[in-house]
Structures are given as C-alpha cells and as structure tokens.
C-alpha cells in the first residue's frame, strides 16, 4: 500500500519517524520546526531533492523550505548537489558529524558566547553603582561565576567539536 507521497507505507513510517527525530532535535535547540523537517526528509532521502519537493512532500511555503535550506547550509548541514545534469538545484543532507557539530558551534553557540561575554562586562560596569556592599558583593560573585562558565565553555567547545569529529 503507498501513501500519499508514493512512498510504501513501511518506508514512509521509517521517514516519519526520522524526520520526528529530528524535529525533536531541532526544537530542544531552539530552533524552527521547519528546519528539523527539511533536514529529516533530506536525511531520510537516497536522492537529493529539490526546494520544491521539499515544499510537496512537507505542506510547508516555500518561504519556510527557502529560510530553512539557508539555515541548514550556513550550518553545513545541507550542500547544494548536481543531479542528472538538470538545471534545478537539488540538496542533500551533510551527515558528517564533525561539519554539523561544528556549524552549530560556528553559527549558533559562539555568538551567543560572545554575546553573553559583552553582556558581562556591561554588568560589571553596573555594580559601582550598588550602594548597599553585600548586595553588590553578591552580584560580584555571580558576575564571576558566569565568567568562569563561560571561560570553561570556550575550551569546552574544540575539544568537543575534535571529539566528535574523529
């Protein structure tokens, strides 16, 4: 028996549940649900496809297919790939750990740091001007905990992104 997108029922359960993972994934991130969506079909995919399959076989616009391929291929997860010499442009799923790791290091975690680090150092500028000196003490010390953290995820980052690459 097929389902509506052609596929055998028993491979269309396998992609629905791939592409459950990966929604899944993608929400606990942070992320659009689109963007799990797109890249679970494409994983679940042994050919590339294109923006508009991509907009077919998921009832999504095609503002939400073109938005979520820019994100995914800023991140490395998706690469652009010819495909029987035709002239639409076809993706595919990068599914190297090291380059998905990495991307979302690069693109989302690393920003976020540098941003939070900004924002530190504008509090510290802040606390001169608590009067009280046990609050302002307390606001110190959690000031400098966070740095810490911070500091720990910078080293923690490479190591993770050479763990799971290799």
Do not use: C
Request: no cysteine; net charge positive; hydrophobic share 40%.
């Amino acid at each position: 028996m097929n389902t509506k997108d052609g596929l055998p029922a028993s491979i269309s359960a396998i992609d629905e549940r791939l592409v459950s993972f990966f929604i899944d994934g993608v929400r606990m991130l942070g992320m659009p649900k689109s963007v799990g969506e797109i890249f679970g079909v494409l994983y679940a995919s042994p050919k590339p496809l294109t923006m508009l399959d991509l907009v077919n076989r998921l009832g999504i616009s095609k503002g939400s297919a073109s938005q979520g391929l820019k994100m995914l291929r800023t991140l490395g997860a998706v690469r652009e790939v010819n495909y029987h010499d035709d002239r639409k442009t076809y993706f595919e799923a990068d599914v190297e750990l090291k380059k998905l790791v990495g991307g979302f290091i690069r693109e989302e975690i690393r920003p976020h740091l540098q941003s939070g680090q900004k924002k530190l150092k504008a509090l510290e500028k802040e606390l001169p001007k608590i009067n009280d000196p046990d609050l302002r003490e307390f606001y110190e010390e959690r000031i400098k905990r966070l740095e810490r953290w911070s500091g720990k995820a910078n080293l923690v980052l490479p190591l993770l992104q050479k763990f799971l690459g290799e």
